[in-house]
């Protein structure tokens, strides 16, 4: 589903990503972990191009991305995106925070999105928020609302970019409930975070990135238990 | 002090004080076009669009209004003629070179409302798949305006107050009147606190409501 090639970025001097191959396919999940500065979330920001590549190529659904003749806000709503700071619009109720972009970008009518909306509020037990506005919700919340925003564009992949790493800790366990029944269904998904339990329970292949380099990439079972390469065993007997 | 001139001279105070408003008022409408075009060539990330938006702004920040007026008006020259009794070949260079000079203001005014937009709101729209330009306008814009709208109250304020130095180009806005009421009765004093009586009365009670406005706003959100 995702192939990504060769892809290097440099921020000035810094070379953040140092050439990262690695497919993702249909129904996995993706589990990035790795120190800070490693590189993960610069990694997970280049699949939708909200960071332009530097080198490399990104193979989405067969269609090269990176390729500067594609129009790639075609692939952006297919790509979900949760960001750690939310990203809600508070000027914008949360029915319209969800609606907006089924309204706009792909001629649902406002009945028919408000309809999806609120069905997709009801599976997060939020329903009642529909007609608050984002600043009156908790965290945790919103990071709930985040995701079912993206959900309504019927992503095929989800990307999540430290979705728990801005919330109170007894926030983060609703917000790991619902990425989990997500997993459960199917969707694709590729998750930066610190949450171990998480990529045990969760994941189905974790990538350890160091430096612009993955690493390791293993299931779970594996990369917990028996990590090959020495970095990752460092990584892991400091945080486990 | 003797304000007995008043009874033979005051509508020179009414018709000066409506040719500020309407003054005032034409250059924030056509400042805050200008304004917003040269905000939107600063932001954006076309290199020519930048370099004449950064020209122009540092350009007319950096030299008097009342040198810009006295250019306008040599280098706009109209044949004379009169709408609602003003005449016309002064007053267009003079709203010109006010709008111009609030529009660089305004820009940066612009500029500033929309950079004050969190990042992570345009990153939050382009990665549902908006475009640039429909982010900007359903998502940062809004938001932006929130920033603006204060602001450009107190330039509407600015712009009263130095529309003053249109004076030097006989435009006959209040400060002009005044001059030719001064010269008329030879008092300097009486008119010109009359004047400044005014021209607070004008600031003051638009500050007010200003205020009033943006509480409004505020509660609303």
Same mark, same amino acid.
């Given at each position: 589903?995702?192939?990504?090639?060769?892809?290097?970025?440099?921020?000035?001097?810094?070379?953040?990503?140092?050439?990262?191959?690695?497919?993702?396919?249909?129904?996995? $999940?993706?589990?990035?972990?790795?120190?800070?500065?490693?590189?993960? /979330?610069?990694?997970?920001?280049?699949? !939708?191009?909200?960071?332009?590549?530097?080198? &490399?190529?990104?193979? =989405?659904?067969?269609?090269?991305?990176?390729?500067?003749?594609?129009?790639?806000?075609?692939?952006?709503?297919?790509?979900?995106?949760?960001?750690?700071?939310? !990203?809600?619009?508070?000027?914008?109720?949360?029915?319209?925070?969800?609606?907006?972009?089924?309204?706009?970008?792909?001629?649902?009518?406002?009945?028919?999105?408000?309809?999806?909306?609120?069905?997709?509020?009801?599976?997060?037990?939020?329903?009642?928020?529909?007609?608050?506005?984002?600043?009156?919700?908790?965290?945790?919340?919103?990071?709930?609302?985040?995701?079912?925003?993206?959900?309504?564009?019927?992503? *095929?992949?989800?990307? =999540?970019?430290?979705?728990?790493?801005?919330?109170?800790?007894?926030? $983060?366990?609703?917000?790991?409930?619902?990425?989990?029944?997500?997993?459960?269904?199917?969707?694709?998904?590729?998750?930066?975070?610190?949450?171990?339990?998480?990529?045990?329970?969760? &994941?189905?292949? #974790?990538?350890?990135? *160091?430096?612009?380099?993955?690493?390791?990439?293993?299931?779970? /079972?594996?990369?917990?238990?028996?990590?090959?390469?020495?970095?990752?065993?460092?990584?892991? /007997?400091?945080?486990? | 002090?003797?304000?007995?001139?008043?009874?033979?001279?005051?509508?020179?105070?009414?018709?000066?004080?409506?040719? @500020?408003? #309407?003054?005032?008022?034409? @250059?924030?409408?056509?400042?805050?076009?200008?304004?917003?075009?040269?905000?939107?060539?600063?932001?954006?990330?076309?290199?020519?669009?930048?370099?004449?938006?950064?020209?122009?702004?540092?350009?007319?920040?950096?030299?008097?209004?009342?040198?810009?007026?006295?250019?306008?008006?040599?280098?706009?020259?109209?044949?004379?003629?009169?709408?609602?009794?003003?005449?016309?070949?002064? =007053?267009?260079?003079?709203?010109?070179?006010?709008? #111009?000079?609030?529009?660089?203001?305004?820009?940066?005014?612009?500029?500033?409302?929309?950079?004050?937009?969190?990042?992570?709101?345009?990153?939050?729209?382009?990665?549902?798949?908006?475009?640039?330009?429909?982010?900007?306008?359903?998502?940062?814009?809004?938001?932006?305006?929130?920033?603006?709208?204060?602001?450009?109250?107190?330039?509407? #304020?600015?712009?009263?107050?130095?529309?003053?130095?249109? /004076?030097?180009?006989?435009?006959?806005?209040?400060?002009?009147?005044?001059?030719?009421?001064?010269?008329?009765?030879?008092?300097?004093?009486?008119?010109?606190?009359? @004047?400044?009586?005014?021209?607070?009365?004008?600031?003051?009670?638009?500050?007010?409501?200003?205020?009033?406005?943006?509480?409004?706003?505020?509660?609303? *959100?």
């Amino acid at each position: 589903m995702i192939n990504v090639k060769n892809l290097h970025k440099t921020f000035g001097s810094l070379h953040v990503l140092q050439g990262i191959d690695v497919t993702i396919e249909k129904g996995e $999940v993706v589990v990035v972990i790795g120190p800070s500065g490693s590189g993960k /979330s610069t990694f997970l920001r280049c699949l !939708n191009l909200l960071e332009q590549p530097t080198d &490399g190529e990104i193979i =989405f659904e067969g269609i090269n991305i990176t390729d500067k003749k594609n129009d790639v806000n075609k692939q952006r709503q297919k790509m979900g995106m949760v960001f750690q700071n939310f !990203n809600l619009f508070p000027h914008l109720s949360i029915i319209d925070n969800i609606t907006l972009g089924p309204i706009k970008l792909k001629n649902q009518t406002p009945e028919q999105a408000k309809e999806n909306a609120m069905s997709l509020l009801k599976r997060i037990g939020l329903e009642e928020k529909a007609n608050n506005y984002p600043a009156q919700l908790s965290g945790g919340q919103k990071q709930r609302i985040a995701i079912v925003r993206a959900l309504a564009m019927s992503p *095929d992949v989800m990307l =999540f970019d430290e979705p728990t790493s801005a919330l109170d800790p007894e926030m $983060v366990g609703e917000v790991l409930e619902v990425m989990k029944e997500l997993a459960a269904e199917g969707m694709t998904m590729v998750v930066v975070t610190h949450e171990m339990g998480f990529a045990k329970e969760v &994941g189905t292949r #974790v990538l350890f990135m *160091d430096e612009g380099k993955i690493k390791e990439d293993a299931p779970p /079972s594996e990369i917990f238990t028996n990590p090959k390469d020495d970095r990752t065993k460092e990584f892991l /007997s400091k945080i486990l | 002090m003797d304000f007995g001139f008043l009874s033979e001279y005051w509508y020179y105070f009414v018709s000066g004080t409506v040719n @500020t408003i #309407v003054i005032a008022i034409l @250059t924030v409408i056509l400042g805050v076009i200008i304004g917003t075009g040269i905000a939107l060539m600063k932001i954006s990330h076309n290199k020519i669009f930048k370099a004449v938006a950064s020209s122009y702004i540092e350009f007319i920040r950096g030299t008097p209004l009342l040198v810009q007026i006295t250019l306008f008006f040599y280098l706009i020259s109209l044949p004379e003629f009169h709408i609602f009794g003003l005449e016309m070949e002064r =007053f267009i260079p003079g709203v010109i070179a006010m709008s #111009v000079n609030s529009g660089a203001y305004v820009a940066e005014i612009i500029r500033a409302g929309i950079q004050a937009v969190d990042k992570g709101q345009m990153e939050a729209a382009r990665s549902i798949g908006f475009t640039q330009g429909q982010a900007m306008r359903y998502i940062v814009l809004p938001q932006a305006l929130r920033n603006i709208l204060p602001a450009l109250g107190n330039e509407f #304020v600015v712009v009263i107050k130095e529309s003053s130095v249109l /004076s030097v180009i006989s435009i006959s806005e209040l400060m002009r009147n005044t001059n030719i009421i001064q010269g008329a009765i030879y008092r300097p004093f009486e008119p010109l606190a009359i @004047t400044a009586v005014i021209y607070f009365v004008l600031t003051f009670s638009l500050t007010r409501l200003l205020g009033y406005a943006e509480r409004r706003m505020r509660t609303s *959100d």
